[in-house]
């Protein structure tokens, strides 16, 4: 008896052909980093790929995830968005990869190697890309070594909220780089929330991880699509799982969980979850901060989240729940008892879980 992830490959499909629809004519790259957003890399991949969205592509962060996907068939062109070592280069430019080139100091590396690179541009998040002046240095550098500069792009740092204005000066950041640059490059900033609120921002290429998945990128962007393109839907495409091992019944006034901080207030049935802060429940959202799903009926987790376990109170549940029924965790839920975001819920649920696909 043990948790497990229900994920559903038709609405992956669904969410990447509705995405694409709305983006278009811009390129879509569905990304599948960190194990598809706990969604399973390769099965993911292959289900979103079914969509068959004109122009498809898929992003990554590690070079061992586009090697993955090749590994399983998946022909789309792969992006790899994040810092690449020097001895993968080789192996990434002979499966057909691309490159994005997130440090001036890859220039020669990636270079001699005829790779095909996206020049990432930093305009305001600090983070990863080139510095806007150095943008045609870097291009021309690759260009003269010999690899072959598609796409230029950047990250945007605030575009979950309804204020577009800082968003705007990026984009014009990129947008004169792109113009220093020339060749007519690919150019990419919008990932989820841009692309689906602000067609300025599409340009030839968008970016799209977490409402690939059927996750908004935040209450914000719902409401805002729900106003602007009510037609338009997004389907969940994974459900979390866990039956209940174990049933006690607690005198008041005992104490539940380590720590001792929690106390029952009367006489309680208590039930156990097999699962925990190890498979990526986050432990912030324990202490009656949330309450799992028993069919109809909810039942608040008491005391801290352990790291194979929680228990939660079952006593108010008419009829009582018994040893093997099943309880839900709804992922927005959770983020919000656990003070963080859907992205971080799903990124962190353990690859060892057991995903039941449909």
Not at 32 to 57: E, F
Not at 193 to 202: D, G, I, K, N, Q
Not at 246 to 270: L, P
Request: charged content about 20%; proline content about 6%.
């Amino acid at each position: 008896m043990r948790p497990w992830l229900e994920i559903s490959a038709a609405a992956l499909t669904a969410n990447a052909r509705a995405i694409g629809r709305l983006t278009a004519p811009a390129q879509l790259c569905a990304v599948v980093k960190s194990n598809a957003y706990g969604h399973g890399l390769v099965p993911a991949s292959q289900a979103i790929a079914a969509a068959g969205v004109p122009g498809l592509g898929f992003g990554v962060f590690r070079a061992a995830e586009g090697l993955a996907m090749r590994a399983a068939g998946i022909s789309e062109p792969i992006l790899v968005l994040g810092p690449v070592d020097e001895p993968d280069v080789a192996e990434l430019v002979a499966a057909e990869i691309e490159l994005g080139l997130t440090d001036e100091g890859d220039v020669e590396s990636y270079g001699r190697r005829h790779a095909t690179v996206h020049l990432k541009v930093e305009t305001g998040t600090s983070r990863f890309g080139v510095a806007p002046l150095r943008a045609l240095i870097a291009a021309d550098r690759l260009r003269e070594l010999g690899a072959t500069v598609v796409g230029i792009y950047s990250h945007l740092a605030d575009s979950e909220e309804l204020d577009a204005s800082f968003a705007r000066e990026q984009l014009a950041r990129l947008m004169e780089s792109s113009n220093i640059v020339g060749g007519r490059p690919i150019r990419h900033i919008a990932a989820s929330a841009a692309a689906l609120m602000w067609p300025e921002f599409r340009l030839e290429m968008v970016r799209c991880g977490i409402a690939m998945y059927g996750a908004w990128p935040s209450e914000s962007v719902r409401e805002r699509m729900a106003e602007i393109t009510p037609t338009f839907a997004l389907q969940p495409a994974l459900r979390f799982f866990a039956p209940i091992v174990h049933m006690m019944d607690v005198a008041s006034g005992d104490t539940v969980g380590y720590g001792c901080e929690y106390r029952t207030a009367r006489e309680s049935r208590i039930a156990v979850l097999p699962v925990g802060y190890a498979d990526g429940l986050p432990r912030a959202a324990g202490q009656e901060s949330f309450s799992v799903m028993l069919g109809a009926l909810r039942a608040p987790i008491v005391g801290r989240i352990c790291m194979n376990a929680c228990m939660i109170d079952v006593t108010e549940c008419k009829p009582q729940p018994v040893r093997g029924d099943v309880a839900e965790f709804d992922i927005d839920e959770l983020a919000k008892a656990a003070d963080t975001i859907n992205y971080e819920v799903l990124a962190r649920l353990s690859p060892e879980l057991e995903r039941r696909y449909d």
